[in-house]
């Protein structure tokens, strides 16, 4: 099934060619406070953002602990589960359009794209509508539309060191990834280990796959992997992209 294009807001009209430092603009940027629409806390916290955007700017990734709320995770679990207990997920390729191929020695696992059909889906997107706002507002990156799925890695399952774009290749500009998993152990495994765009055999960071936090980097200068998970691991994996017109088209298939 195609996946969802979900346009949250339209860009500026000038950003940085794909590839290039950020650097902030010259306008006074500060934490967005758009109201949700019910009285239900903000999915992401909102001081978070200003510490969000000056990671990015300095070291092109952000790890948060605990910035998502806890109890739209545990909603956003439950959903995934039952997915998966339905068998209603996909198995995920690599490669996009005709090249996509299924690779289990490289990807292992299983996903459904968001497409707000709970109220727990469209909070989350709700939030990381504000945060394309805020990187709109700050760093003038031209963010057009957000695209996400929930990613269930099974007992066993990996992803292999990657980059989510290639410069001057693909859209995506910036990657998202929000964790669900309650109390995760310390020897769960499934953690995702960040690596120096310079060097990517050097290590940089690791993310424990633990619900509410939050991870968020540049698409194409961050080689990632998701090590080896010992337990059922829950996520929800995302990309702001730029608009890719061609030939009349707006944003054609992927």
């Known amino acids: 099934a195609p996946r969802p294009a979900l346009l949250l807001s339209r860009p500026p009209a000038a950003h940085p060619a794909a590839g290039e430092p950020l650097t902030r603009s010259t306008q006074e940027t500060t934490t967005l406070s758009l109201p949700l629409p019910s009285a239900l806390p903000p999915a992401l916290a909102p001081e978070a953002l200003p510490r969000l955007i000056d ?29 998966a207990e339905r068998d209603a997920l996909e198995a995920a390729g690599i490669g996009r359009g005709q090249e996509l191929q299924l690779r289990r020695d490289i990807r292992g696992d299983a996903i459904h794209w968001l497409d707000r059909e709970s109220l727990a889906q469209r909070r989350y997107l709700e939030a990381m509508g504000e945060l394309q706002r805020a990187l709109n507002q700050a760093l003038f990156l031209g963010l057009f539309e957000y695209e996400a799925h929930f990613a269930h890695y099974p007992p066993g399952a990996f992803y292999r060191r990657h980059l989510d774009s290639f410069r001057g290749r693909a859209n995506r500009v910036v990657s998202t990834v929000g964790y669900l998993n309650p109390d995760w152990p310390e020897d769960g495994g499934g953690e995702m280990v960040l690596y120096a765009p310079d060097d990517p055999e050097r290590e940089v960071a690791r993310v424990r796959p633990e619900a509410g936090n939050f991870a968020c980097f540049l698409s194409d200068t961050i080689p990632h992997e998701v090590l080896p998970t010992r337990l059922p691991r829950a996520s929800i994996a995302g990309w702001f992209r730029r ?12």
């Open 243 to 254: 608009n890719a017109s061609l030939g009349g088209l707006v944003d054609p298939a992927r």
């Open 55 to 83: 990671a990015l700017v300095e070291q092109g990734w952000y790890l948060g602990e605990g910035v998502l709320d806890a109890d739209l995770c545990a909603e956003l679990h439950a959903e995934l589960t039952a997915l």
